[in-house]
């Protein structure tokens, strides 16, 4: 099982980044999949979910309106555009597969 995350980076306030999480050694369209986030001395929190099929998603309300989480089950990949990007959004950003795989993070900086 490999989860793995990019898309990461340095972004001013206001702007955009699109996170992706390619996964592979599992059955990808089976799986609930989600989005945490960690930041310094913060435990880990839940930023957003979506089910196997892609129907249902649900936010964190400190991300509802800003960010999308989305799939895309034919190529093993899940999405998170994250707009409106605020300093307090700054964290190392996890993709997770209901099962308890993991991926390895990928850091996120919001800084003017």
């Known amino acids: 099982v490999q989860l793995v995350e990019s898309g990461g980076g340095l972004m001013q306030p206001g702007g955009s980044l699109r996170l992706s999480c390619a996964a592979s050694?599992?059955?990808?369209?089976?799986?609930?999949m989600r989005w945490y986030r960690q930041a310094p001395g913060k435990s880990r929190e839940l930023v957003a979910g979506i089910t196997a099929a892609g129907g249902n998603t649900h936010y964190a309300d400190s991300v509802k309106a800003r960010f999308t989480i989305s799939r895309d089950n034919a190529k093993n990949t899940m999405y998170l555009q994250m707009n409106s990007l605020k300093p307090e959004d700054t964290a190392v950003y996890y993709c997770y597969a209901a099962g308890g795989y993991w991926g390895q993070g990928t850091q996120v900086t919001v800084s003017s």
């Open positions: 050694g599992f059955p990808f369209s089976s799986y609930d």
